[in-house]
């Protein structure tokens, strides 16, 4: 008999597997709802779909009579610009520094440990900090994220730049490049498919950061709406702003994968 | 006339001693295979040819003038792995070196010198048997074509040595055939001088017109690492006038 350990799904048999536990999850969900709402029609904590289906469309197409604007649009336009901004802040600097520490020995000896203890310190931590320095508006909130995510890549793409094969950079300088273009267009490409990894992976806690900040203090986004609706124990709000929130963060991390496959095709061997 | 020389050289790490007392003049044409066992030092007398090590005393000389202990485009290298840029297809990786000639600031020519430097990379690439996948992404190669792709960048430089770190370790004993005739053809054709480190003793005498057997004269036995290695043998072959060997 085949032992279970070899036992590998087929690519359609594992797309069936992946939907049977959401599916399951979808049906449990549906049938508590249910259950409750027999109990009390006006439950408020695990609205139908077909609340949460309203609740969302409301969001999504009515306008605000205090703001005169369709909240929803408005929620994540600001806080897509705080975390864009953010991220393009934190991506330039990775490649600044990555790139910098990963290939001269001299700055990473003097900058490397300092990189390393500030990536440990809890950025949520030092919020304060920030809305002291600089105040409630949208820097402190971009600051956060920026703050937040930006060592971690910069170890992670410095590390990766430096381990680079060192008969490589024997090899170039060999055919002539001197520190700049050994940089420039040795480590630099190489380092390219990394960072979009790295930034991948350092999306999760930026969408952390981005909501944490703005619970605390704002008066538009994504974070401060479920949070503001909390009051009202509004799920059905709330669930649909999770889910909403969960597609973004997929789609960003689709779009970089896609990037990195088009732009890079020689970091992913099977893609020829 | 020798194009390398060195001088009574000492290389030590620590209180270990790698190599001592070396003293080689490498004859400009010669082809010289290094052997030795491992831990003999041959890839440290490699690497000083090459300036990525530099030696605790003496010196070497390239054309007389002292060595600056750094790789440099007078002194082509092929490693056993790692030579090739995985990133670059495969004209681009020859054009790499001359690119890093003309346009020091952005090592990306332009006009007619981009076309002069593709013309003369895509001329290399034929000559070493690689014109039919100059497309290529370096990283698609097989380990053969990857030693062929490294062979072509550095003579593009027209390097005055040419140094191989067991440049055939890693390949199929067929391959391994066919890359001793590449580089027989071309050591002939553009009249090279190289330094080759290999384990292969065949390869060694088969490719060589002298190989140097690199090994310690004296062991202390409760200090192995006090005493270093040199060239113990020095064996000049005499094959020069034989038709092109396969």
């Not at chain 1, 703005?214 to 909390?230: K, N, Q, T």
């Not at chain 2, 002292?66 to 090739?84: A, K, N, T, W």
């Not at chain 2, 990283?139 to 062929?148: F, P, T, V, W």
Request: aromatic content about 6%; overall charge positive.
């Amino acid at each position: 008999m085949t032992r279970l350990v070899n036992i590998r799904p087929g690519r359609k048999a594992a797309t069936g597997l992946a939907a049977i536990p959401m599916i399951l999850i979808v049906i449990g969900y549906m049938i508590a709802s249910a259950v409750r709402h027999a109990a009390n029609p006006a439950d408020k904590l695990l609205p139908t779909f077909g609340a949460m289906g309203r609740a969302f469309q409301h969001m999504a197409s009515e306008s605000d009579p205090l703001t005169g604007k369709i909240l929803l649009w408005a929620d994540t336009l600001a806080s897509l610009e705080r975390l864009g901004i953010a991220l393009v802040i934190a991506t330039g600097m990775t490649m600044l520094l990555g790139l910098s520490l990963g290939m001269i020995p001299l700055l990473r000896a003097k900058f490397g440990p300092l990189v390393a203890t500030l990536s440990v310190i809890p950025p949520v931590a030092i919020l304060p900090i920030l809305f002291i320095v600089f105040g409630l508006g949208e820097a402190s909130k971009i600051m956060l994220i920026v703050i937040g995510i930006t060592p971690v890549m910069v170890r992670d793409v410095a590390s990766h730049v430096a381990a680079l094969p060192q008969e490589q950079m024997i090899k170039a300088q060999t055919l002539g490049a001197g520190s700049w273009l050994l940089t420039l267009r040795v480590a630099l490409p190489q380092m390219m498919p990394r960072l979009i990894d790295s930034l991948r992976l350092a999306l999760g806690p930026a969408w952390v950061f981005l909501i944490s900040a703005e619970a605390i203090a704002a008066d538009v986004g994504l974070g401060y709406r479920i949070f503001l609706v909390r009051r009202y124990l509004s799920m059905d709000i709330i669930l649909p702003y999770v889910a909403w929130i969960s597609l973004l963060a997929i789609l960003f991390d689709l779009i970089l994968k896609h990037i990195s496959l088009k732009a890079f095709p020689w970091a992913h061997g099977s893609s020829h | 006339m020798s194009i390398l020389s060195f001088r009574n050289i000492w290389v030590e790490y620590g209180d270990k001693v790698v190599l001592e007392r070396v003293n080689l003049d490498i004859e400009q044409g010669s082809f010289v295979s290094i052997i030795g066992p491992s831990g003999a030092g041959k890839s440290t007398f490699l690497r000083l040819a090459l300036g990525q090590d530099r030696p605790t005393r003496g010196e070497v000389l390239l054309d007389d003038k002292p060595l600056r202990p750094e790789p440099g485009p007078d002194r082509g290298i092929v490693f056993q792995r790692y030579s090739v840029f995985p990133h670059l297809n495969v004209r681009e990786n020859v054009v790499f070196g001359l690119d890093c000639a003309t346009s020091p600031l952005l090592g990306r020519s332009f006009g007619a010198t981009r076309r002069r430097a593709v013309e003369k990379a895509e001329e290399m690439l034929e000559a070493v048997g690689l014109g039919h996948v100059m497309q290529a992404y370096a990283s698609e190669l097989s380990g053969g074509m990857q030693q062929r792709l490294a062979i072509a960048q550095a003579l593009v430089k027209n390097p005055r040595v040419l140094l191989l770190d067991e440049p055939f370790g890693a390949l199929d004993p067929g391959i391994r055939g066919d890359m001793h005739e590449l580089v027989t053809g071309l050591w002939r054709q553009h009249r090279l001088t190289i330094m080759m480190v290999t384990h292969d003793l065949k390869e060694a005498f088969k490719l060589g017109t002298r190989v140097l057997s690199f090994d310690k004269r004296r062991i202390d036995p409760h200090a192995p690492h006090r005493y270093g290695a040199t060239a113990v043998y020095d064996m000049q072959l005499d094959r020069k006038e034989r038709p092109a060997a396969a």
